[in-house]
């Protein structure tokens, strides 16, 4: 039992991490503590210490699930707790859980269900039984904790994919859980019927029900169990009775926040849209009663933000519902339509003064809200949502009662636009709903309504308001967001127009004005060619004139902000300085050395408080891409003397959430340099701390100190060697084998180790390395190891200097030293099977060079592996012959494929690692004077065989047709 002492000092060292003066110790002595026995249940104790500061225990709440998070399994589900902390964590956490506050057991929940993700259900059976056993008939807080808590391990199905594990989960909980829920939801409804007029009770029993529809949820979220479907009608009768449930006891003064009643609605709401659109068969009879509740409650809702999310849920089912042709006929005639557009959709979707705050108050949290494509939960898109699924089912006669709205409000507009604009506003969202045809993605709109002109709308009743200088604020974001939103629809020549128009917005004191053009810009740049797919539609030498200006005014309005945290607010503004600078390309150089400080300043301003990763990715992006395209022209160096002090200054404050971007550029500084320009020297002093086995310990450092230490290798092999450190960086290929998640980037160092570091400093380590690597893949391989373990036998195979004593002879004595002869089973039964598994141009060409010398170079392999030999060869022609080979070595600009539209709007903090799209990443080339093209690889494969065949080879007789002529077309190539 922790002593009242031990708990005392956890928590001062809780509240001061919270501090930002005494942050940093304070973390780092909390984490010394991480390794000593009992410091989870420690943590625990100051979570449920009631005479504690609350601000404490919520800190100690957070620290809790960040520590459950790093510290509770390994890949393998390997305890990186001691066992005992690690069943007393299980032991007590329900039950402390169920008697904490609201705020602190959503914390402590989510460590739940990453506690559970691992050990549920066979190394926690009792968790189901414990949770039943705590349900009270009369104790409706601690009922909430049991909930909160099913909730947390339940809600883990829902994004998953069917699998038999799955479901045996869900049955086991299903079998010893679904009794007890339908009890306690009876008990609920009981209860408040029976304190309908106290208000002390509802609350806490809404707060029930609450969970109690997201429960249910999460228990139907896979299928429909038998129970739920045997027990419809008495389930979903109290469900509908509280979507349509009013208590005036529970109506909250706050306009603002929603109250328990709303929530449960909202939740009612996800409910029955699932059960509509995957239980149809079951739900079809009840359906009608739910749907002519939510037109009332849509049509009786006031216009308060507190229902905001209620709205957007039940326009959500009422859309799903239109997803359906058979049931969207309710909706098909004209009559019908008007009504859903005056009652539902035009009241939703129009500005409203909470609106208009939000706009000046907080125009960040606005733009978020407002951007299409966010998952914000909206009126306003959930109307347009509902819109236009009505509109894909009656095109023409939604269009045309949408436009006499449209055309009503414009007229309203035009007789007094000082008093209406809000009028045009909903005009403008209108039309743009209904002129969409399918969904708005990030690449925009892909097709239009054909029964509107779209460019037309916008010249006439939209373009006028970019260049007018007496306008509302909002009216020029809906007119820049039109461009936004129809970008595809406008010619490359349009859309360069609105470039100046576009820019001058950033000189506009409105924020909502200037950001919404960056994003505009932003997704312009990021345009495809819409005949060359593979190509960008703006290139650097339509943005070269005007790339200086915009991104001196972009930094202008981001360094606006005083603190770090506002200087990252706006992540808007630093990924269209991101799409600038990876368009602009080598015509930055010119003013390279102008934008270099600001991101030098922007960086170190917001390391002393990282709060926004979203800002903080494109800022590196960005930052990278400079280094990219302007360093290699710049003095050798000059890079170096600005960058190196800032990045060891982020490594020296253990800046956590900077690290691994400041190791990837790190690398970066190291890969463009020319080649004879000398290893830094401020980085000498970083290449024993980077071996440190710690430091590989943090799953988001690994991929990036990877490649760190791997340049570091290639630009000074030396210093291994006069350091002493061939032992330490084996150590790490060593650790980095023995991963799952890691294993195929041991091997990846491994080739940068025999490749740099001359073979004699090695040869006393290489019989340990191939046993190391048999041993894992006879035990405990991966897909990605076995791949890049076929690359290393190629790689070292292809290798044609000399000086390096490598080649094919060394990369089958390598594997025979571990097992005299086995080379040859690793050869057939991995490494030629994994050559279709190599799919960039350089590895292609690595695994041709790499094979062919291993055939035609080492006359040994034949002699003692004539069948594996055999099957080596009918590997080598495919290889040639595959059509993947022949893609790949079409000439293309790898910056046009570059993946920043691919998982970058979900960065965030975190263990993972946020690779930089921008980040150069040098290969070695082991045969550099063979090209690397299709011909190229016939040729040599051809001299490669006549060159074997003038020492005696014959080629085999009885290899099939396919394989000989290929052979001998190689061969007259040569």
Not at 734 to 763: A, C, M, T, W
Request: some cysteine.
């Amino acid at each position: 039992m922790a002593s009242a002492q031990e708990i005392q000092q956890i928590a001062s060292l809780l509240e001061s991490s919270l501090n930002p003066a005494t942050a940093k110790q304070a973390e780092s002595t909390l984490k010394l503590n991480e390794g000593q026995s009992g410091f989870a249940i420690l943590l625990l104790h100051v979570v449920a210490t009631s005479s504690l500061p609350q601000i404490s225990r919520l800190a100690g709440a957070l620290f809790f699930k960040n520590f459950i998070r790093r510290k509770w399994t390994d890949e393998n589900r390997n305890y990186l707790i001691p066992v005992e902390d690690a069943k007393a964590v299980k032991k007590e956490i329900i039950g402390l859980m169920i008697t904490l506050p609201t705020s602190l057991q959503v914390q402590l929940g989510e460590s739940v269900s990453i506690i559970a993700d691992s050990d549920f259900p066979d190394r926690w059976p009792e968790l189901i039984d414990d949770l039943v056993f705590r349900l009270s008939s009369t104790d409706v807080v601690s009922n909430n904790g049991v909930l909160q808590v099913a909730h947390s391990i339940f809600k883990r199905w829902r994004p998953l994919y069917r699998s038999d594990a799955l479901f045996s989960e869900i049955k086991l909980v299903l079998d010893k859980f679904c009794i007890p829920f339908m009890s306690l939801f009876q008990q609920t409804d009981a209860l408040i019927s029976q304190n309908q007029n106290n208000k002390d009770a509802l609350l806490p029993l809404f707060h029930s029900m609450q969970l109690i529809f997201k429960v249910y949820f999460d228990l139907n979220c896979q299928d429909i169990p038998e129970f739920f479907e045997d027990n419809i009608a008495l389930l979903m009768g109290l469900v509908h009775k509280y979507l349509s449930y009013t208590n005036p006891l529970l109506i909250t003064e706050d306009e603002d926040e929603s109250g328990p009643l709303e929530e449960s609605k909202a939740s009612i709401c996800e409910l029955i849209q699932l059960y509509s659109q995957r239980y149809d068969d079951v739900f079809r009879d009840l359906l009608p009663s739910f749907v002519e509740t939510t037109w009332n409650l849509l049509t009786t809702t006031g216009p308060e933000p507190k229902y905001d999310v209620l709205i957007s849920k039940a326009l959500g089912f009422l859309t799903a519902i239109c997803k359906s042709p058979e049931r969207a006929k309710m909706f098909g005639s004209e009559d019908i339509l008007k009504q859903v557009v005056e009652k539902i959709v035009l009241p939703n979707m129009s500005l409203r003064p909470s609106d208009e705050e939000l706009f000046e108050d907080d125009p960040i949290e606005y733009t978020r809200r407002d951007l299409e494509g966010s998952d914000s939960d909206t009126r306003r898109r959930a109307a347009t949502d509902f819109l236009r699924e009505l509109k894909e089912r009656f095109e023409s006669l939604v269009t045309e009662v949408v436009m006499s709205y449209v055309q009503h409000y414009l007229q309203q507009y035009n007789a007094n636009p000082t008093e209406n604009w809000r009028s045009k506003d909903t005009a403008v969202y209108l039309f743009s709903s209904v002129a969409v045809k399918g969904t708005v993605t990030a690449s925009g709109v892909s097709a239009t309504n054909l029964l509107l002109d779209v460019v037309g709308f916008f010249s006439q009743n939209v373009a006028p308001d970019l260049i007018s200088g007496n306008i509302q604020s909002i009216l020029k974001v809906d007119a820049i967001k039109f461009i936004h939103t129809f970008r595809n629809q406008l010619t490359k020549q349009q859309l360069a127009e609105t470039f100046p128009v576009l820019s001058s917005m950033f000189l506009s004191p409105d924020y909502v004005v200037f950001t919404y053009a960056a994003i505009t810009i932003e997704r312009i740049l990021s345009m495809k060619n819409s005949i060359q797919k593979t190509q960008m539609q703006f290139d650097k030498n339509d943005i070269a004139p005007i790339a200086e200006d915009l991104l001196i005014n972009l930094f202008r309005l981001i360094e606006k902000g005083q603190t770090p945290e506002k200087l990252a607010e706006n992540e808007f503004l630093m990924r269209c300085c991101m799409r600038v600078i990876i368009t602009a390309k080598e015509s930055i150089v010119g003013y390279s050395d102008a934008i270099l400080p600001h991101l030098v300043g922007i960086i170190t301003e917001t390391s002393k408080n990282p709060s926004n990763p979203k800002f903080t990715h494109y800022t590196f992006e960005s930052l990278s891409a400079v280094i990219r395209f302007a360093a290699p022209s710049k003095p050798s160096g000059s890079f170096d003397s600005v960058l190196i002090p800032v990045f060891l200054e982020i490594l020296g404050q253990d800046v956590t959430e900077f690290i691994p971007y400041v190791f990837q550029l790190l690398a970066q500084l190291l890969d463009v340099a020319p080649r004879d320009a000398s290893f830094p020297s401020a980085l000498a002093p970083l290449v024993r701390p980077l071996l440190a086995p710690s430091l590989w310990e943090t799953k988001g450092n690994v991929p990036a100190l990877t490649h760190l230490l791997e340049s570091m290798l290639s630009r000074n092999p030396e210093i291994f060697v006069t350091e002493g450190l061939i032992e330490p960086v084996l150590g790490v290929f060593q650790k980095l084998l023995s991963s799952r998640l890691n294993d195929h980037f041991g091997i990846e160092l491994l080739e940068y180790v025999l490749y740099y570091i001359p073979i004699e400093h090695l040869q006393k380590y290489t019989r340990q390395i191939a046993m190391l690597i048999l041993q894992r893949l006879q035990t405990s391989r991966t897909e990605k190891l076995v791949v890049r373990v076929a690359h290393l036998v190629y790689f070292l195979s292809a290798v044609t200097d000399p000086a390096k004593n490598l080649g094919p002879n060394f990369s089958i004595g390598l594997v025979d030293q571990a097992q005299a002869g086995i080379f040859g089973e690793v050869f057939t039964a991995f490494v030629v099977p994994a050559t279709s598994k190599l799919h960039s141009s350089a590895e292609k060409k690595v695994a041709v060079i790499g094979l062919a010398r291993i055939l035609f170079d080492a006359p040994g392999f034949l002699q003692s592996n004539p069948t594996k030999w055999q099957i080596g060869l009918s590997g080598l022609v495919n290889a040639i012959k595959s059509d993947s080979l022949v893609g790949v070595f079409e000439s293309t600009d790898p910056m046009d494929d570059l993946s920043l539209d691919r998982g970058d709007e979900d960065v965030v903090f975190s263990a993972s690692f946020s690779k930089l799209a921008t980040v150069s990443v040098s290969v070695i080339d082991p045969a550099p004077e063979i090209a690397s093209d299709i011909s190229s690889l016939k040729k040599f494969t051809g001299s490669m065989i006549q060159k074997s065949m003038s020492g005696g080879l014959k080629l085999p007789q009885n290899a099939p047709q396919e394989i000989q002529d290929a052979l001998h077309e190689f061969v007259a190539m040569a």
